[in-house]
């Protein structure tokens, strides 16, 4: 069974950098069966794929996010990271990292696992 756990800071300032680990367990993130993936969702708003990193370490980004988005791991730790520059409070949301069959899965249906998701709250 994979699990998966978001960390990070829940509290970030605007124009800052949000910076989010994802640390697996169960399985390897070089496994090239999935997509290791983060997906957003602001309050009242629909689940939104932001990007994802394969097992070889081909890296994805939604092009709406692409100029703030950087996904990387480290398979060391078996963790992979997300960072989103300049944020503004439009970037409030519960993030969640998880892994796909597909790229661009990113319903609970779709994934095959995801984690508890971590709040995200960009204010001053």
């Known amino acids: 069974q994979v699990q998966l756990q978001e960390s990070g800071p829940g509290l970030v300032k605007p124009s800052q950098t949000l910076s989010l680990t994802c640390t697996v367990s169960?399985?390897?993130?070089?496994?090239?069966?999935?997509?290791w993936t983060w997906i957003r969702q602001p309050p009242g708003k629909g689940l939104e794929w932001m990007g994802a990193?394969?097992?070889?370490?081909?890296?994805f980004y939604s092009p709406s996010l692409k100029s703030r988005t950087s996904i990387s791991r480290d398979t060391s730790k078996n963790q992979f990271t997300l960072q989103l520059s300049s944020v503004t409070p439009e970037d409030t949301a519960v993030y969640y990292c998880?892994?796909?069959?597909?790229?661009?899965?990113?319903?609970?249906?779709?994934?095959?696992?995801r984690g508890q998701g971590t709040q995200v709250t960009v204010s001053s």
């Open positions: 169960g399985d390897s993130i070089t496994n090239e069966l999935y997509y």
């Open positions: 990193i394969s097992g070889y370490g081909s890296i």
């Open positions: 998880a892994a796909a069959k597909d790229l661009l899965a990113h319903t609970r249906d779709e994934l095959d696992y």
